[in-house]
């Protein structure tokens, strides 16, 4: 191991629970454990604007699991829904995903910085992973 290595572990700074939490337990994480969902939202994003119906015709499951599904990405913020007429259209709501993605991304940033932000910065640019570093360092 690295003197680099060692150092940067003795000078570690650990987050507290409750910033863990607020990274790991993001609803995003929650809203896309189910393949179905993720599937739905490729869907949308493909297709643009569809009814529970026409919607529900890609996939094998019931429409009311289907209907279910939709409920909770609209709750969680990645669908939106308007009234035509009868029918009830979906669509991604793209920047609302973004900007959900984007939190997760700068909470693991920040929880990142707490340890080797001396080298963390460095091999962030670069694109490399810790791992990658540690191997570099054999």
Same mark, same amino acid.
Request: charge should be positive.
């Given at each position: 191991?690295?003197?680099?290595?060692?150092?940067?572990? =003795?000078? !570690? !700074?650990?987050?507290?629970? $409750?910033?863990?939490? $607020?990274?790991?337990?993001?609803?995003?994480?929650?809203?896309?454990?189910?393949?179905?969902?993720?599937?739905?939202?490729?869907?949308?994003?493909?297709? +643009?604007?569809?009814?529970?119906?026409?919607?529900?015709?890609?996939?094998?499951?019931?429409?009311?699991?289907?209907?279910?599904?939709? !409920?909770?990405?609209? $709750? +969680?913020?990645?669908?939106?829904?308007?009234?035509? /007429?009868?029918?009830?259209?979906?669509?991604? #709501?793209?920047?609302?995903?973004?900007?959900?993605? $984007?939190?997760?991304?700068? +909470?693991?940033?920040?929880?990142? /910085?707490?340890?080797?932000?001396?080298?963390?910065? #460095?091999?962030?640019? =670069? +694109?490399?992973?810790?791992?990658?570093?540690?191997?570099? =360092? !054999?």
């Amino acid at each position: 191991m690295s003197r680099d290595h060692i150092s940067c572990i =003795q000078n !570690k !700074k650990k987050p507290n629970k $409750e910033q863990l939490d $607020e990274i790991f337990d993001s609803s995003i994480f929650k809203l896309l454990s189910e393949p179905i969902r993720i599937d739905i939202l490729k869907l949308l994003a493909l297709k +643009g604007e569809l009814d529970i119906t026409q919607i529900s015709g890609h996939f094998n499951q019931d429409r009311s699991v289907i209907s279910r599904h939709l !409920k909770l990405l609209f $709750e +969680g913020g990645l669908l939106i829904k308007t009234k035509q /007429s009868r029918s009830t259209i979906y669509q991604v #709501d793209g920047l609302a995903f973004l900007h959900k993605v $984007e939190k997760v991304v700068s +909470g693991v940033k920040e929880m990142l /910085s707490f340890c080797c932000d001396e080298i963390y910065t #460095d091999l962030y640019s =670069q +694109g490399l992973t810790y791992k990658d570093y540690i191997e570099k =360092q !054999k």
